[in-house]
């Protein structure tokens, strides 16, 4: 039976920065060993950080020169995709065994995106995924993706897939993946709400896959030292809530509140056959006589020389 260990770290990015949150992540690796986990999923911008509540300086129509400040630091703060961080990850996956989806801030040339990033124990670095819509105002600080990343790759646990916090609730990219043929699916997140739970288990439910979601945990502002605009000084800035549900709906593991941990779940893919008998979102049920999707994976720069 082809049953495996699946986990979800629940941390957050430290104030030190990208060096002491690596550093972090990596003294989870007896952790990972002893746990038997075959893939580890971590939360959206680990490597990076969310800066939840910073408004970089912007108002409708200008900029202010302390907001260019902000963003040179956190500029400073993101990751090259491939880069010294990136070895150390995939060092991280050959020692424990298990295979890694992480989210980080990569910087490519002078924009950043929100990625996830895949690691195999035996290839290192395999893939990466660029969240293709980042919400409200993240757009001030991310680029967008294109379809060029949208990889569904083989794994020791199945096939697996990552979208990253709300791209999850975009109908149309899930069918993309689901008909990818996704088994596992992973959703780095930093949402902590309830109705970030309802998604996760509609999510498997529909895919009729297991969904595995890292969520970053943060301390409240209070206790950061900081000042949060309309944010409550005592309320954790970030709640986690790190979730693990089957293929219908139900939750294996979590959700993980009030601070950080290694979240962890049996599978068996054998029970995504059972699970897809009445309803096979992109088979029997998908009505391709009434509804066609069609998805552009060519990479879109912003400049292509032609010889």
């Not at 990751?79 to 010294?84: F, H, L, S």
């Amino acid at each position: 039976m082809p049953k495996s260990i699946v986990a979800a770290l629940q941390i957050g990015a430290l104030p030190g920065g990208k060096d002491e949150t690596l550093e972090q992540i990596l003294s989870y690796e007896n952790a990972i060993v002893e746990s038997g986990a075959a893939l580890v999923v971590m939360p959206e911008a680990l490597l990076g950080g969310y800066p939840k509540g910073e408004g970089f300086g912007t108002q409708l129509g200008y900029r202010l020169p302390e907001g260019r400040e902000a963003f040179a630091r956190y500029f400073a703060n993101a990751i090259d995709v491939p880069g010294v961080e990136t070895e150390a990850l995939a060092g991280l996956s050959a020692r424990t065994g298990a295979t890694l989806v992480i989210g980080v801030i990569e910087r490519a040339g002078s924009t950043l995106y929100c990625t996830a990033l895949y690691f195999d124990p035996q290839a290192g670095l395999v893939a990466r995924h660029r969240k293709l819509m980042p919400t409200g105002t993240e757009r001030l600080i991310w680029g967008k993706g294109d379809g060029s990343t949208l990889p569904v790759i083989d794994s020791q646990v199945g096939r697996i897939g990552a979208l990253v916090c709300w791209e999850n609730m975009m109908p149309l990219l899930r069918t993309a993946m689901y008909a990818k043929g996704v088994e596992v699916w992973c959703a780095p997140t930093v949402d902590e709400r309830e109705m970030w739970q309802v998604s996760m288990r509609h999510i498997a439910h529909e895919g009729r896959c297991f969904v595995v979601s890292a969520c970053q945990v943060q301390d409240s502002p209070q206790a950061l030292g900081v000042d949060i605009a309309n944010w409550p000084a005592d309320r954790p800035l970030i709640a986690g809530g790190s979730v693990i549900v089957g293929p219908m709906g139900d939750i294996l593991a979590g959700p993980l509140r009030g601070g950080p941990g290694l979240l962890t779940a049996e599978i068996d893919t054998d029970d995504l056959v059972r699970a897809r008998y009445d309803f096979d979102v992109v088979g029997h049920y998908a009505r391709p006589d009434v509804f066609e999707l069609t998805v552009d994976e060519r990479a879109k720069p912003g400049v292509r020389f032609t010889a």
